[in-house]
């Protein structure tokens, strides 16, 4: 069946410039989390969304990041003014609930280079 | 506080030999438990996950992992070790009294297979 699926799976942009980043949540999963792996590093977590509630925000590392989720399917999520430390593969996950005992489900993500 | 521990960034061993990865994690509450495998380039995919039924748990590709709430660790273990498990592994904890945001990941483990 269809997993999770982002976009691009590569970008290279110029510093300053403006990005935007596309996740297709496995359909009916409720939650989605966005997380940034710099090289050889683990996961650090971005935002989280759980159906219409808030997002959980408190892992963005500054205003110049935000993402947007229409209802219960597709996200984005935006970098502007781009700096060479946001290089790094964004990971995208979603899960059927916030429910602590179901799984997560991963894309491949999106591997951004900033020039 | 939730939090994981996985003992080692650096796991080497010799193809047919045992694998033993350490995870080690804390919480207020009865936890859910993963350990995902993530090949380069590639999303994370869930090898095995505990949800408070047996605890021994046994996942894909012939990893199983126990979970010893008197340890509070939950490592994860294949009797004979494949040049295809080389990959990044990575302990996640779940637990309700995590807020919005209720899964922590440890900083993973790199498994190099020496043939």
């Known amino acids: 069946g269809a997993g999770v699926s982002q976009s691009p799976s590569n970008k290279v942009t110029e510093k300053g410039k403006d990005v935007e980043l596309r996740c297709d949540p496995i359909s009916g999963h409720t939650a989605l989390y966005w997380y940034r792996q710099r090289l050889g590093q683990g996961l650090e977590f971005l935002i989280y969304?759980?159906?219409?509630?808030?997002?959980?925000k408190s892992g963005l590392p500054s205003d110049r990041f935000s993402a947007e989720r229409t209802g219960e399917s597709v996200s984005t999520l935006t970098i502007q003014r781009t700096q060479q430390e946001d290089s790094a593969v964004y990971l995208c996950?979603?899960?059927?609930?916030?429910?602590?005992?179901?799984?997560?489900?991963f894309g491949d993500g999106t591997r951004l280079s900033i020039l | 506080a939730q939090s994981v521990t996985q003992l080692d960034s650096h796991v080497s061993v010799s193809e047919g030999t045992p694998v033993l990865l350490r995870c080690n994690y804390s919480s207020s509450y009865s936890p859910s438990l993963f350990w995902y495998v993530q090949h380069p380039n590639k999303g994370l995919q869930l090898l095995l996950k505990y949800t408070s039924a047996a605890t021994l748990v046994k996942g894909i590709n012939g990893f199983e992992a126990e979970f010893k709430k008197s340890e509070t660790s939950f490592h994860l273990t294949k009797p004979s070790a494949h040049m295809s498990d080389a990959a990044e592994y990575f302990c996640v904890v779940s637990d309700l009294t995590g807020g919005a945001n209720n899964l922590f990941f440890g900083t993973g483990t790199r498994l190099t297979v020496i043939p």
């Open positions: 996950a979603s899960r059927p609930g916030g429910g602590d005992n179901q799984p997560q489900h």
């Open positions: 969304f759980q159906g219409n509630s808030a997002p959980d």
